[in-house]
């Protein structure tokens, strides 16, 4: 398995408090990626970036922002947690020399209280 | 715009029979196909990708694709399924000319003993 890590795995937080979503990857990659995922369904797109300080918008509309300070962390951030923030969140990363095929960490499972 | 599409829901099959979960893909150009795998509770495993040469491509655990070209279809194959196998899989597409992969909406897979 590729070495990316999420954590927490798991989180239980009530309605507006912030909240951020670690993720790092020890593999060199560029490239990294945020999805949204409900359970059992279609992975969404959220945020990704090309590298060190750069970060763009996927094609689910989130409220969520996102840095990239280090090649090797990509933390995801709610300024303010909601019920409808209730989800999974899978980060991802890829090598281009790889055909951009994208590994994935475990996962941090959210439930907005 | 680049899809995949995933036209079953689920696909049960006896443990020991061969299996099959498709996917058909709409691209312009050449297309970069992938499968993933996700167990409950994990994120998505890499199982294979197709980029370009043999039809026939061979990845993780015994699985296989095949790439169809003139049937638009890359499904997944497995000559004998494993209760192991339970699992959702989903189909993945690479945009030309965008970093990005677009995934399908997944397959849940049972296999019974």
């Known amino acids: 398995e590729a070495d990316i890590y999420q954590t927490p795995r798991y989180l239980v937080i009530g309605t507006g408090k912030k909240i951020t979503l670690e993720c790092s990857q020890t593999?060199?990659?560029?490239?990294m990626y945020w999805y949204q995922q409900d359970p059992g369904m279609e992975l969404h797109l959220i945020h990704y970036s090309y590298g060190v300080n750069s970060t763009e918008k996927g094609d689910l509309s989130s409220e969520s922002t996102v840095s990239r300070i280090r090649t090797e962390h990509f933390p995801l951030t709610l300024e303010s947690a909601r019920p409808s923030h209730t989800s999974q969140y899978l980060c991802?990363?890829?090598?281009?020399?790889?055909?951009?095929?994208?590994?994935f960490g475990p996962g941090t499972r959210l439930l907005v209280l | 715009a680049q899809s995949v599409a995933q036209p079953e829901d689920q696909v049960n099959v006896a443990e020991g029979n061969p299996l099959t979960v498709k996917c058909t893909y709409s691209v312009s150009g050449n297309p970069y196909l992938f499968w993933y795998v996700q167990y409950p509770n994990r994120g998505l495993q890499f199982l294979l990708k197709?980029?370009?040469?043999?039809?026939l491509v061979k990845g993780s655990y015994g699985f296989e694709a095949e790439f169809n070209k003139s049937q638009t279809s890359f499904h997944l194959k497995k000559p004998s399924a494993l209760v192991s196998d339970s699992a959702l899989y989903f189909c993945?597409?690479?945009?030309?000319?965008?970093?990005?992969?677009?995934f399908g909406t997944g397959t849940r897979l049972l296999v019974s003993p």
């Open positions: 991802a990363s890829s090598d281009p020399r790889d055909i951009e095929t994208q590994y």
């Open positions: 197709y980029i370009t040469g043999d039809n």
């Open positions: 593999m060199g990659h560029d490239k």
């Open positions: 993945a597409v690479r945009r030309t000319g965008f970093q990005k992969l677009v």
